[in-house]
């Protein structure tokens, strides 16, 4: 990240975009996006579980909402994997970290901030 472009543009890239995302993941670790860390798992997350979704644009986005809220119930459904254990695991293959997944609740309250670009962005 440069000092022109912020995370939130990075995180709108990410959700619009899986060239995007793949490219800017290669870059920059999801630790990059702060409090917003999680967006970035989430969409790492859609996009090795969910290969066939769509690449790009609004059927893209809407793919990665719906993915965050079958995180929601999977989260409940099944804790133990997204307990430490998956953490260590996910470090070693490199998958999202599952501490960030189980912010999935909280992703969903951010994820229309950062899809529509702020009128300040500009």
Known sequence: MDEETTAAELLRDMLWSRTRAARILRWHHTGTFGQYAAVAAIIDDHDRRNPQ????GPERVLAVIAHTRRLQDEIREHPEKFAAAAGLEARRT???DPAL?????????WLPTIVVP???DD
């Open 94 to 96: 490199g998958a999202p």
């Open 118 to 120: 702020d009128e300040l």
């Open 101 to 109: 997944l189980l912010h999935a609740g909280r992703v969903l309250v």
């Open 53 to 56: 979704a769509p690449a790009a």
